[in-house]
C-alpha cells in the first residue's frame, strides 16, 4: 500500500513570542518543519502535504522547489479541521500517517514501527509513557487495543494514574479516514474538530486501534514555546552526539558541541569543547577539533589538526593540514596536504599546494599557490582594484618575504624569492630575488617634533 504523509503545520505558536511561524522555528540549524519533512522521505512516502495556515506563504516558500504538496487552512478550526484540508487529493487507498510540524524529533524507525503495527484495515496511534502524565489526554486499553482516550478533566482516578498519553501521531486507510472526518463535529468549548474524536470513531466501528508506544518521552516531544525549544535542542544534540560515540568519536564534552547538519568522521577523531559543525561536514581519520571552532560546509583530511578559534566554510583541506589558531578558510579555499594556515591567516577562494606554509597575519585570495612555498607574516594579496578581483600565481618553491604586498593580476615564478617589505606589482622571475620598495635614507640634523607643554592641571 502507498504511503499518504499529511503534516499539519498551521498553527500560530503565540507563546514562542516570535514574528515567525512556529514551524520555522530553528532547529539544529534546520526549521522543526525540516526535521519532520526529513523523517518523512525517510519512510519512503509516495504523497507528502503539509497544511499550513499562520504565516502565510512564509512556510511554503521556505520550502521553495521541493516536491511537497502544500493545503492552506484559512481558519483555524482545529486538528481535524486541518487534516479535511488535505484529503481532498489524498488518494483513498493509500495508508496515512499524521504528523505534527512541531513534533520534530520523531525518528523514522519509531514511525515504521506504528506503520507496521497498522494494517489496511486497522488504526494505529503512536502513545508514550511519561513520569508526569497531568493535563494530557489518556490511553485506556481494552486488552492490547487502544479503546479511548480520556482527557484530565474527565478522568477517573484510576485513569489519572495512567501514564501513557497520546502522541497525535495517527496512521490508517486515507478512504476511511475521509468518512470519519466527515461524521465529526465541533459540539465543545472551542467550537473545533478534534482530530483525537475521529479514534472514538473507529472504536465504534470496530475497528482495532493499536497504540504503539514511543521509546521516550523527548521523541514526541511538541515544541509551543522557546524554553521547549531549547529542550528539544540539547535532546536532539545529545542524540547525535551518543550516535558518533558509538562509531568511535571522541567527545572532550559531550554536553559541549553542537551539529547543526551533517557530521560524518573517519577513525579515531577527536573534537574539544565549544565546536560547531552547520551544513554537511566530513572529518577524515585521526582529525583533532580543538576548542572553539566554527566548521560549516567542510571536508578535512586525514590527521589535520584544528587549533583553537578557527572559522572554516565551504573549505576543504588534504591529509596532515595544521589551521589556526584564530585562522579562518573561506569559501573556495583548498588546501593539499601537509599545508599549514597559521594564526591570523585568512584564505579565500584559493588552492595551496602540498607543503606550503601560510605561518600568520596574512590574507590569500584569488591565488594559485604552488607547493613548498613559504609566505612571511603580513603578506597581503591585493586582490581587489575596486570593481574586479585579480589572480595571483605563485611559483613552487617560492619565498615570500614579509610585509610583501602582491598587486593582482601578478605571478611569482617558481624558487623566486621577495624581499620583504616588497610591494610586487611586476612578475617576479623564477629563482631570483626581486625586491621593489623605496631606498632606506637618514636625514642628518633631523631633530624630533617637540610636544608643547600642557598648562599646570588648577587644584
Known sequence: MSLSIV?????????????RPKVLQPLAGQPLLRHVVNCSRELGADDICVVY????????????????????????????????????????????????????????????????????????????????????????????????????????????????????VMCCNAGRLQTWLSRLNNDNSQGEYYLTDVIALAVADGVAVHGVKADSEDEVMGINDKKQLAKAERALQQRRVAELMAKGVGFADPARVDIRGSLTCGSDVYIDVNAIFEGDVVLGDNVVIESNNLIRNCKLGAGTVVHPNCHLEGSATGANCELGPFARLRPGANLADNVKAGNFVEIKKSNIGPGSKVNHLTYIGDTEMGSMVNVGAGTITCNYDGANKHLTKIGDGAFI???????????????????????????????????????????????????????????
Not at 7 to 19: D, P
Open 7 to 19: 503534516i499539519l503545520a498551521a498553527g500560530q505558536g503565540t507563546r514562542m513570542r516570535s514574528s
Open 53 to 168: 495556515g499562520h504565516g502565510g506563504d512564509a512556510v511554503p516558500k521556505a520550502f521553495e522547489g521541493e516536491s511537497l504538496r502544500w493545503a492552506l487552512q484559512a481558519e483555524q478550526l482545529g486538528t481535524g479541521h486541518a487534516v479535511m484540508q488535505a484529503m481532498p487529493h489524498t488518494p483513498g487507498k493509500n495508508k496515512v500517517l499524521i504528523l505534527a510540524g512541531d513534533v520534530p524529533l520523531l525518528m523514522s524507525t519509531t514511525l515504521r514501527r506504528l506503520l507496521d503495527a497498522c494494517s489496511d484495515n486497522d488504526f494505529g496511534i503512536l502513545t508514550v509513557d511519561i513520569n508526569n502524565p497531568y493535563g494530557y489526554g489518556r490511553i485506556v486499553r481494552k486488552g492490547e487495543n487502544v479503546q479511548r482516550i480520556v482527557e484530565e478533566k474527565d478522568a477517573s482516578e484510576a485513569e489519572r494514574a495512567i501514564n501513557e498519553i497520546n502522541s497525535g
Open 401 to 459: 618575504g614579509s610585509g610583501v604586498n602582491l598587486v593582482a593580476p601578478i605571478e611569482v615564478g617558481a624558487g623566486a624569492t621577495i624581499g620583504a617589505g616588497t610591494t610586487l606589482s611586476k612578475k617576479a622571475p623564477d629563482g631570483k630575488l626581486t625586491v621593489a620598495r623605496a631606498r632606506q635614507v637618514t636625514i642628518d640634523g633631523w631633530q624630533k617634533p617637540q610636544k608643547k607643554p600642557k598648562p599646570p592641571r588648577l587644584s
